[in-house]
């Protein structure tokens, strides 16, 4: 597991929806949710109060390697395959993490 349970949250965002659908605590509450609504989309684990790119930067995940990777355009725009997320399908895990 590379984020720690604590300093988490998990972020549903549903298959048709321009912005997250629902932010949850853990993820077996996300699932709960996510079941009874029979939902199409992907659970993330972010993390808490930093944003995505620095995260992967202090973790070793990502390193920029060339200027427009340091810029505000690639950051607003950067997600990380690195965070633990899973699929769904009609409520169902389909695989993932």
């Known amino acids: 597991m590379l984020q720690e349970e604590k300093h988490?949250?998990?972020v549903f965002h549903g298959a048709s929806a321009q912005?997250?659908?629902?932010v949850f605590s853990s993820r077996e509450?996300?699932?709960t949710?996510?079941?009874?609504?029979?939902l199409i989309g992907v659970l993330t684990r972010y993390?808490?109060?930093?944003?995505?790119y620095d995260w992967a930067i202090e973790t070793g995940m990502f390193s920029p390697q060339k200027e427009y990777q340091t810029g505000a355009k690639f950051i607003g725009r950067f997600?990380?395959?690195s965070q633990e997320h899973?699929?769904?399908e009609s409520g169902i895990e389909?695989?993932?993490g």
């Open 8 to 10: 988490t949250m998990w």
């Open 19 to 22: 912005f997250a659908i629902g």
């Open 29 to 31: 509450k996300a699932e």
């Open 33 to 38: 949710w996510i079941n009874r609504h029979q």
């Open 47 to 52: 993390p808490v109060d930093t944003g995505v």
């Open 79 to 81: 997600t990380s395959a």
């Open 86 to 88: 899973f699929h769904y």
């Open 94 to 96: 389909e695989g993932g």
